[in-house]
């Protein structure tokens, strides 16, 4: 069993199933991509996983411990964070107060301790904005520590919101579409960084990408997803030349036009 197990879940709402009784088992310190066509069910799927949504069906076991239908809070405690489709940034806060607000699962002081700024409460205060600070070098922002997350641009707000998932110290981060709107430089960068977060912090990364680039070049395993169920998964070479792929993106016939489905972001 790896960091995350999940055993056939399944989401409904009224009639529509978003999610199809769908297994995953990722190992831990890994890429794990989850790919498929608009509507597949990739982020309902993310949302089970972080308590946003309950199933109706299936178990999700993290590290050990059963998180299905848990709160989101307590999902965070538990060591899994993540980022969102369309950035949600608090933009009249600066930057360092962004990953302030990520601390706070990690945060022990009392209200009280805030109210009388105890010598424990200033302590951690000083730590928290030093571990921003760390993690603003490592996002690659020095020095953007004060200006507001509206003012940044698109990219360096990317970084941001992965910082503030980051603080809140994550055995596992899930990323969803990491490199959605951004142009060829800055989706290289965001390539190289997520490697970084596998490898430098030894976090494993759960990720949805559209960019078929993207995914062959750093995925470890890939699931696809179409209609809300599980048709294929495997390596990367594995999915690459898989006929349902490419008939789940380009429709039925398409696997005897197309080579490989590195092609369908061509």
């Known amino acids: 069993m790896g960091i995350l197990t999940a055993k056939n879940v399944s989401k409904r709402f009224g009639g529509l199933v978003a999610v199809n009784n769908v297994s995953v088992d990722i190992d831990e310190k890994t890429i794990f991509a ?63 107060e962004n990953i302030l607000v990520g601390q706070e699962p990690q945060l022990k002081s009392s209200w009280i ?25 490592f996002v690659g922002m020095r020095g953007f520590g004060d200006y507001l997350a509206k003012n940044l641009p698109y990219g360096a707000q990317r970084r941001l919101e992965i910082a503030r998932a ?37 976090i494993t990364v759960l990720l949805i990408e559209h960019d078929m680039r993207v995914v062959m070049g750093i995925s470890d395993w890939i699931t696809v997803l179409d209609y809300g169920a599980k048709i294929a998964e495997g390596t990367p070479e594995d999915i690459r030349n898989n006929p349902k792929v490419i008939e789940a993106y380009l429709g039925t016939g398409a696997a005897g036009q197309v080579d490989s489905a590195e092609q369908i972001a061509e």
Not at 181 to 195: C, R, V, W
């Open 34 to 96: 989850v790919i498929g066509p608009n509507g597949a069910g990739k982020t309902t799927f993310f949302n089970c996983l972080t308590g946003f949504y309950t199933p109706e069906e299936g178990e999700i076991i993290f590290q050990g411990e059963d998180i299905k239908g848990i709160p989101t809070d307590q999902i965070t405690r538990q060591g899994i964070s993540r980022t969102y489709q369309n950035i949600r940034l608090f933009s009249n806060m600066t930057a360092i």
């Open 113 to 137: 301790g805030a109210i009388f700024a105890s010598p424990g409460t200033r302590r951690e205060e000083e730590e928290a904005h030093q571990e921003a600070r760390r993690l603003l070098r």
């Open 166 to 202: 980051l603080a809140s110290k994550p055995t596992m981060l899930l990323l969803d579409e990491p490199t959605a709107g951004m142009n060829p430089n800055e989706t290289a960068e965001m390539t190289d960084f997520i490697q970084h977060i596998r490898d430098d912090l030894g």
